[in-house]
């Protein structure tokens, strides 16, 4: 059906700064909502940020919300720029997508989903 892959995930000292990318594929449709989520060890999955289709409108998490930037082209490629990294943004990033138009803050909105990116930031 569609995949999902994620890339440039890596360490980086705090402060420091990452683009992560998603690359969304196998269907001709593209109107499609793509988000990012992550989850660290031992937390459950959280929201970051995510982007509409129709309107490229996005949301943000509070804890991320002007240091994260997320964005996509006219193709199926979303990307989340991350910058003043801190320690406690170290997380398996994941990239997520669904045909519908939101954004959407819900892990339940989406229905596609990558096998995630690996961010640390080091103190």
């Known amino acids: 059906q569609v995949a999902l892959e994620e890339s440039g995930g890596g360490s980086v000292q705090a402060g420091g700064s990452l683009r992560v990318s998603c690359v969304f594929s196998?269907?001709?449709?593209?109107?499609?909502?793509m988000g990012w989520f992550r989850q660290a060890p031992g937390k459950e999955r959280e929201f970051v940020a995510a982007i509409s289709w129709r309107s490229a409108s996005t949301y943000y998490a509070d804890s991320v919300k002007g240091r994260f930037t997320i964005s996509r082209d006219n193709a199926k490629t979303v990307y989340l720029q991350m910058n003043s990294l801190k320690p406690e943004d170290t997380a398996v990033y994941y990239c997520a997508a669904n045909e519908n138009f939101g954004p959407s803050s819900n892990e339940l909105f989406y229905k596609y989903w990558g096998q995630g990116t690996q961010v640390t930031v080091s103190s």
């Open positions: 196998g269907s001709t449709i593209s109107r499609y909502t």
